[in-house]
């Protein structure tokens, strides 16, 4: 794997998204790994100390992927959020999976199932709840 930026994590995001790799599906099984392993090298802090350029749960995100010059506008979810996020981006999903955690201008190479690799660039957050005061979003 390449390029793998410094994470900060929003402790209550650290909580539920550790409940849902833990309840993971087997067809969901190698994302919730690849997940885990996020977790595990990021840096957990309470929410009021996420700052305003980091990808928490439900941010809003600008992103452009490097790879196919694709720039995207996204919202970060849990997937029973999908159906109710009209751009949503489930977190269990590879892309939504590797975008918690950076902040604008970071990139990062992340494998995807189809044994290739894409490179995102975090580009702008266009909202965040920990910004909004919304800590338990």
């Given at each position: 794997m ?10 209550l ?9 833990d ?22 802090v ?19 992927d ?6 995207m ?6 997937p ?7 751009d ?21 190479d992340w ?12 580009d702008a957050?266009l909202?965040q ?5 919304q800590?338990?979003?």
């Amino acid at each position: 794997m390449g390029q793998r930026p410094p994470l900060l994590i929003n402790r209550l995001d650290a909580e539920r998204l550790q409940r849902l790799i833990d309840d993971a599906s087997e067809k969901d099984q190698a994302v919730a790994e690849m997940l885990e392993n996020e977790l595990s090298r990021g840096v957990v802090v309470d929410p009021k100390e996420v700052p305003g350029d980091v990808v928490s749960m439900n941010s809003q995100i600008q992103f452009t992927d490097l790879t196919r010059d694709k720039q995207m506008v996204r919202t970060l979810v849990y997937p029973h959020a999908l159906s109710c996020t009209e751009d949503g981006l489930s977190v269990m999903a590879p892309i939504g999976a590797s975008l918690l955690g950076l902040k604008v201008g970071d990139t990062i190479d992340w494998p995807l199932p189809n044994n290739s690799q894409t490179l995102l660039r975090i580009d702008a957050i266009l909202w965040q709840p920990e910004r909004e005061g919304q800590f338990h979003r």
